[in-house]
């Protein structure tokens, strides 16, 4: 297929036996030669500087040990982090919520469906009252036939959307906005809120730490990838920025 780094072709052969490691993804092909023309692209870089090991992953390994530099994550960092972060470090934090769901499914027009809940939503400022009533009339969610009620919910307790949106109500609030999640329109009143506890620093130092860590680590990763494949003769295909399976 014309394939080649710098000079070295990539053959057929080549091409094949990897793609029988990339049939689960959206293009098998292009994954796979994606992933052959990096660890080319790496294993000549090894080469160069004289690099050694067992196999191939230990040498592309031992390669980014080499050159791939992290700065030190220090105290400022993770107290910044940790400052700027108060709901991932909050232990015990509850809401006790309620909502009507107004699914989306293909045989619904979502502009039909968004008229039918913004139209209940403005019912519902005006007279709150009629919240149970109008769950059990439209909400396409189990919780309708309790007048929408999701009981009390922790973080982690449901979709990210959802628990964004809902651990920002304040107590006893109605939503003024409907809620868009991957399950359709939500119309959402946040009934009691139960505070959390924010867990010192000091417990969580090392946590944030690592997190930052990893973070730098990819980034720093990813900086040297597209470095080395900006610099190599690549023929036969365009790169795609320098992201990687090769390091999970």
Known sequence: MGLSVNGIDIDDADVA???AHH?????????????LV???V?????????IAGEDEDARIEALFASEVRVPEVDDAACA??????PENFTSGELVEARHILFQVTPTVSLELLRETAEAVLTEL???????????????????????????QLGRGMTVREFEDFVFRLPEGQLADRLLETRFGLHIVQVLRRVEGRLVPFHAVRAQIAANLGDQAWQRALHQYMQLL??????????MEG???????
């Open 17 to 19: 036996r990897e793609l």
């Open 42 to 50: 790496l294993l000549q870089e090894a080469d160069r500087l004289g």
């Open 38 to 40: 990096l660890r080319r």
């Open 242 to 248: 320098a992201g990687s399976p090769l390091v999970q």
């Open 80 to 85: 910044t982090w940790y400052r700027n972060h």
């Open 229 to 238: 494949v900006g610099s190599a003769d690549i023929r036969g295909v365009a």
């Open 125 to 151: 400022k005006q007279r709150p009252e009629r919240f149970a009533e109008l769950a059990a009339q439209y909400s396409n969610c189990p919780s309708g036939a309790v007048g929408g009620s999701l009981g």
């Open 23 to 35: 049939q689960g993804a959206a293009n098998p092909l292009k994954q796979a030669v994606q992933e």
